[in-house]
């Protein structure tokens, strides 16, 4: 017999082959069968956590967006992003109410001479949500200061950092003693007692299939979904936005090709700046303001951003819907005690990092 | 031999020795730190006796903390792992520690488990009770807190450092979360108290505290030893290598994820040996000890001022930080205003994050800069020889923004 003989597969090379093309299966359509089986059982069995997470994972989504841009452009984890999302959230009482802790963080004391609650008609409510226009002129107000805010750290700490030549770790590291200032000026100027917008009573709406939202939480959603056209519009349709894109996909190439890439940094610094307050107003419209929560939320907005690709736009959006509705459902369903509702995300996390580091949308890891 | 890089600033190190007054820095805020602990104290009490006791009681947590920057060093100054998450490995030493030594629970008000302290009575000479289940609760805090640092390298420590930085803020939260949620683990919020302390019952009273001190001491002297010589030690060479260029490093053919994962699992368990000489020290342990500020910046500002990449470094700075803690701790015992005796904890916080900043865009070395280097045989031979050894010629450092990516 002059044929030779192939060799029987041993058992472990067998097994071998077998963990790698389930692992192929598993990073490729099976994570897509998986996400699309979860969603449909989640729809049909916690509608009302299915809800709820929409909403939350509207607030990540729009965080998200803002750490994917700054991971895609100036390549570093922006780990201040939390706390600024909570310091805009801050701002927005501000502009409203115009008031700041006092002398004992209980009391609140008016260091603004007008807000936007002094306006008039300014507190009535719209249609039935739980706030007048004060609030909607308070969110472009702060979302106005945030970018501003942001645009002012980079020229202040990452430009000089970067121009220096310090490592990209260096520049994560200084954005963590920016969280910590953050934190303890909001802890400073708030106090810790919890803030809230508005103490009306929110009012819910029965849609078909059962689903009961509030009318607030409707006004997240069209708010989430207005910005994110708006940066569909902004990343494609505009020549700032191209080259955006272009800086955060070759930053040598980019600046070879004329474009001027410190002013691409300035108004990435100003979207995410926008999107963060936006986000920030509406995490204050759904729950209550307390400065601690910043430096957790790092956690379901990272998820979000490494879930949907690092660097990918609207990977962050469905990255933030997907932990918002994983997180409510977990925690709806009962798997998951509420005391441990943040540990989703970095379930979420350490998952998406051993199966498929580079995320959904994610070109590389 | 690894070429080695410094901050442009430092003189390379065959150059003459040039006076710099930043050599001074180091020595004068220890000083300055020290003036103001020893001057406060005294003004309070009035009383040299006192201010002893305050200052040995001092010098005993910051020299547990130091441990805790001295691994975190291992880590970040001389690795360039990005551990966000310091506070888990110290909650789960001192927790374990905590377990292993306390008496079982007998006791409506506390529940956990453990509580192996006097089962652990097992040698019968030299009083064994007053040491030996302290050194098996150290053993044990050591395994858990590496051993959870081993789990958590195997997802993140092949793909960006920024990955590990939120895995491990992720993991100290929850780690957190768990000992406030699970009562029967470690009594919930109200955390555990009455924690033996070594050698308590032979020296008892109020001289105690100098024993804690001198035992404090000697393990951040043991552990500051062993890391001299891990660092200075071919195994080191590769760890720093890694940091400056760790494409270069898998180029001459050494595993980066091996190197990585001993790296961080060493300064895991060196975290969570400090972990467990806190929980000595403090007697009593609650979730709220192990916040993100506390556990982590604290330990992050203390490296980030002492210089990091150098332990020497890594102690000055715990000792400098840790005297400006006490110092706002201090002052609030004076009859301050209001509006800064509710805020001072809040600006204390914020003046640590800005230390970070500051040191980050002044001087990124630190207080006591580190030290070019390639190993102590080399200098050796270079001393012997009575030349100066040829300063490898300044390898680009870590370029531009860009190239963290790999």
Do not use: C
């Given at each position: 017999?002059?044929?030779?003989?192939?060799?029987?597969?041993?058992?472990?090379?067998?097994?071998?082959?077998?963990?790698?093309?389930?692992?192929?299966?598993?990073?490729?359509?099976?994570?897509?069968?998986?996400?699309?089986?979860?969603?449909?059982?989640?729809?049909?069995?916690?509608?009302?956590?299915?809800?709820?997470?929409?909403?939350?994972?509207?607030?990540?989504?729009?965080?998200?967006?803002?750490?994917?841009?700054?991971?895609?452009?100036?390549?570093?984890?922006?780990?201040?992003?939390?706390?600024?999302?909570?310091?805009?959230?801050?701002?927005?009482?501000?502009?409203?109410?115009?008031?700041?802790?006092?002398?004992?963080?209980?009391?609140?004391?008016?260091?603004?001479?007008?807000?936007?609650?002094?306006?008039?008609?300014?507190?009535?409510?719209?249609?039935?949500?739980?706030?007048?226009?004060?609030?909607?002129?308070?969110?472009?107000?702060?979302?106005?200061?945030?970018?501003?805010?942001?645009?002012?750290?980079?020229?202040?700490?990452?430009?000089?950092?970067?121009?220096?030549?310090?490592?990209?770790?260096?520049?994560?590291?200084?954005?963590?003693?920016?969280?910590?200032?953050?934190?303890?000026?909001?802890?400073?100027?708030?106090?810790?007692?919890?803030?809230?917008?508005?103490?009306?009573?929110?009012?819910?709406?029965?849609?078909?299939?059962?689903?009961?939202?509030?009318?607030?939480?409707?006004?997240?959603?069209?708010?989430?979904?207005?910005?994110?056209?708006?940066?569909?519009?902004?990343?494609?349709?505009?020549?700032?936005?191209?080259?955006?894109?272009?800086?955060?996909?070759?930053?040598?190439?980019?600046?070879?090709?004329?474009?001027?890439?410190?002013?691409?940094?300035?108004?990435?610094?100003?979207?995410?700046?926008?999107?963060?307050?936006?986000?920030?107003?509406?995490?204050?419209?759904?729950?209550?303001?307390?400065?601690?929560?910043?430096?957790?939320?790092?956690?379901?907005?990272?998820?979000?951003?490494?879930?949907?690709?690092?660097?990918?736009?609207?990977?962050?959006?469905?990255?933030?819907?997907?932990?918002?509705?994983?997180?409510?459902?977990?925690?709806?369903?009962?798997?998951?005690?509420?005391?441990?509702?943040?540990?989703?995300?970095?379930?979420?996390?350490?998952?998406?990092?051993?199966?498929?580091?580079?995320?959904?949308?994610?070109?590389?890891? | 031999?690894?070429?080695?890089?410094?901050?442009?600033?430092?003189?390379?190190?065959?150059?003459?020795?040039?006076?710099?007054?930043?050599?001074?820095?180091?020595?004068?805020?220890?000083?300055?730190?020290?003036?103001?602990?020893?001057?406060?104290?005294?003004?309070?009490?009035?009383?040299?006796?006192?201010?002893?006791?305050?200052?040995?009681?001092?010098?005993t947590?910051?020299?547990i903390?130091?441990i805790?920057?001295?691994?975190?060093?291992?880590?970040?100054?001389?690795?360039?792992?990005?551990?966000?998450?310091?506070?888990?490995f110290f909650l789960v030493g001192a927790y374990t520690a905590a377990l292993v030594t306390k008496d079982p629970d007998n006791d409506?008000y506390a529940d956990y488990v453990g509580g192996f302290g006097p089962d652990l009575d097992i040698l019968p000479f030299l009083s064994s009770d007053q040491w030996f289940p302290f050194l098996v609760a150290l053993a044990a805090a050591g395994a858990v807190s590496g051993g959870l640092?081993?789990?958590?390298?195997?997802?993140?420590?092949?793909?960006?450092?920024?990955?590990?930085?939120?895995?491990?803020?992720?993991?100290?939260?929850?780690l957190?979360?768990?000992a406030?949620?699970e009562?029967w683990l470690g009594n919930?919020?109200r955390g555990l108290g009455g924690i033996p302390r070594p050698l308590e019952d032979l020296v008892g009273g109020?001289?105690y505290r100098?024993v804690l001190l001198v035992i404090a001491?000697i393990s951040l002297?043991l552990v500051?030893?062993?890391?001299?010589?891990?660092?200075?030690?071919?195994?080191?060479?590769?760890?720093?290598?890694?940091?400056?260029?760790?494409?270069?490093?898998?180029?001459?053919?050494?595993?980066?994820?091996?190197?990585?994962?001993?790296?961080?699992?060493?300064?895991a368990v060196i975290m969570g040996l400090g972990g467990a000489t806190y929980a000595f020290q403090s007697r009593a342990i609650s979730?709220?000890t192990?916040?993100?500020?506390?556990?982590?910046?604290?330990?992050?500002?203390?490296?980030?001022?002492?210089?990091?990449?150098?332990?020497?470094?890594?102690?000055?700075?715990?000792?400098?930080?840790?005297?400006?803690?006490?110092?706002?701790?201090?002052?609030?015992?004076?009859?301050?205003?209001?509006?800064?005796?509710?805020?001072?904890?809040?600006?204390?916080?914020?003046?640590?994050?800005?230390?970070?900043?500051?040191?980050?865009?002044?001087?990124?070395?630190?207080?006591?800069?580190?030290?070019?280097?390639?190993?102590?045989?080399?200098?050796?031979?270079?001393?012997?020889?009575?030349?100066?050894?040829?300063?490898?010629?300044?390898?680009?450092?870590?370029?531009?923004?860009?190239?963290?990516?790999?």
């Open positions: 017999m002059a044929t030779v003989q192939a060799q029987p597969l041993t058992r472990a090379e067998q097994f071998r082959d077998y963990r790698r093309a389930a692992g192929v299966w598993m990073a490729g359509p099976g994570l897509w069968v998986i996400i699309g089986a979860f969603l449909v059982w989640a729809m049909i069995a916690e509608r009302d956590g299915v809800v709820t997470g929409v909403v939350i994972g509207a607030v990540f989504a729009l965080g998200a967006v803002g750490i994917t841009l700054i991971f895609a452009i100036l390549k570093f984890g922006h780990f201040a992003h939390g706390d600024t999302m909570m310091l805009s959230a801050y701002l927005g009482f501000m502009f409203l109410t115009g008031t700041i802790a006092g002398e004992q963080q209980s009391d609140l004391v008016t260091i603004l001479p007008v807000s936007t609650s002094d306006l008039p008609g300014a507190t009535t409510d719209i249609w039935n949500f739980s706030f007048g226009y004060g609030l909607l002129a308070a969110m472009g107000l702060s979302a106005i200061a945030t970018a501003l805010f942001l645009v002012i750290l980079n020229h202040l700490v990452y430009a000089p950092l970067l121009r220096r030549g310090s490592s990209v770790v260096t520049l994560s590291i200084a954005s963590l003693g920016l969280a910590l200032m953050i934190r303890s000026a909001m802890l400073m100027l708030w106090g810790s007692d919890p803030r809230f917008y508005s103490p009306g009573i929110r009012q819910a709406v029965d849609l078909p299939f059962g689903v009961r939202v509030l009318y607030d939480q409707l006004f997240i959603l069209a708010i989430a979904f207005v910005m994110a056209a708006f940066l569909y519009f902004f990343l494609y349709r505009t020549r700032l936005g191209k080259a955006m894109r272009a800086t955060s996909d070759n930053a040598d190439l980019a600046r070879v090709s004329g474009i001027d890439t410190e002013r691409i940094v300035r108004w990435m610094w100003i979207v995410a700046g926008v999107l963060v307050a936006v986000a920030g107003v509406m995490l204050g419209l759904q729950a209550q303001l307390k400065p601690e929560l910043g430096f957790i939320i790092l956690l379901p907005l990272f998820a979000a951003a490494v879930l949907g690709g690092v660097g990918s736009p609207h990977g962050a959006l469905v990255g933030g819907l997907l932990i918002g509705i994983i997180q409510e459902v977990a925690v709806t369903s009962g798997i998951i005690e509420p005391g441990y509702k943040f540990s989703v995300a970095l379930i979420v996390l350490i998952l998406v990092l051993l199966v498929r580091p580079r995320g959904l949308f994610g070109e590389r890891a | 031999m690894t070429a080695q890089t410094t901050p442009a600033s430092n003189p390379p190190e065959n150059a003459p020795a040039r006076w710099q007054w930043r050599t001074l820095l180091a020595p004068i805020s220890v000083l300055l730190v020290t003036g103001v602990i020893l001057g406060i104290t005294y003004e309070q009490s009035g009383d040299v006796a006192a201010v002893a006791r305050f200052y040995a009681a001092f010098v947590v910051a020299a903390l130091a805790l920057a001295l691994a975190l060093n291992i880590q970040w100054g001389y690795t360039g792992l990005f551990n966000f998450g310091v506070a888990g409506q640092a081993f789990l958590l390298s195997i997802p993140t420590l092949r793909l960006r450092d920024d990955y590990l930085a939120i895995t491990t803020i992720g993991i100290a939260e929850l957190r979360r768990i406030i949620e009562q919930g919020t109020s001289d100098y001491v002297a500051y030893v062993l890391l001299e010589r891990g660092v200075r030690s071919p195994w080191g060479r590769v760890l720093r290598s890694l940091r400056e260029d760790e494409l270069a490093t898998q180029a001459s053919g050494k595993s980066v994820q091996s190197f990585k994962t001993q790296s961080f699992v060493l300064g979730p709220e192990f916040t993100h500020f506390f556990g982590t910046f604290l330990i992050w500002t203390m490296v980030m001022v002492g210089g990091s990449g150098n332990n020497n470094g890594a102690i000055v700075g715990a000792y400098v930080v840790w005297g400006f803690w006490q110092s706002t701790l201090l002052i609030q015992s004076y009859d301050l205003p209001d509006l800064l005796a509710t805020r001072i904890s809040f600006i204390r916080d914020m003046a640590l994050g800005a230390l970070i900043v500051i040191v980050l865009l002044l001087m990124p070395a630190g207080l006591v800069p580190e030290k070019r280097g390639v190993s102590i045989w080399a200098e050796r031979a270079a001393r012997r020889s009575g030349q100066a050894q040829r300063a490898p010629p300044p390898a680009s450092s870590a370029g531009g923004g860009g190239d963290g990516v790999s």
